[in-house]
């Protein structure tokens, strides 16, 4: 059975940067989030990793749980890289796409999620990802993650950790045209 391959390469700063773009293709490419008969690609990921004294981004959450885990809190959904002693971090859903209607937003998401699953009496639920049989060609860019002003002194704050497929299709209420040019301007091509 195909999974999605989690491992990053945590020897320094830049393997881990190369370990983001290679799970941002494979997640956004290859992937899609299925919530019983509805299914999502990826549009909007955002990275976050802690490891003592090699990437110490102190706007990851610190969490307890293994590798590959669903982990909801405050700001939206992640999928959990493992904790160990000296680190931890996840993937922040940011954004997804079923048929023609996007998502844009961590909490966005989630209420697109739970829209989507059954009855409360209903214990047949389907979550999970699954291999994207479509394999879209898209194309990924990379640019600065949303709202970390409020982690001075973070060394990563302006790292390009969050990957996107498209602007165009980010809801004009929540992300206006001037900051979609900010954001288009600090953006970069993730090779494939």
Known sequence: MEHLN?????????????SFDRIAIDLMTNWQLKVNNEFFSFTEIEFYFFKEQIHE???THEH???EGRWRF???GLDITFPA???SDGGILIRGLKSNNYNVNGPKRV?????INLNSVTNMQQEFGLTPNVKKE???IFKTFRQGLSKYPGNDF???????YTSLETWDNKHVNNSEKERIRLKSQKVSS
Not at 110 to 114: G, S, W
């Open 157 to 163: 704050r302006d790292s390009l950790y969050r990957y």
């Open 6 to 18: 989690l491992n990053l390469n945590s020897d320094s700063v830049q393997s881990i940067q190369k």
């Open 84 to 86: 160990t002693d000296d």
């Open 64 to 66: 307890n749980y293994p």
């Open 57 to 59: 981004d102190n706007a």
């Open 110 to 114: 989630l209420t697109a999620i739970f």
């Open 137 to 139: 060609q898209v194309k």
């Open 73 to 75: 809190h405050l700001q």
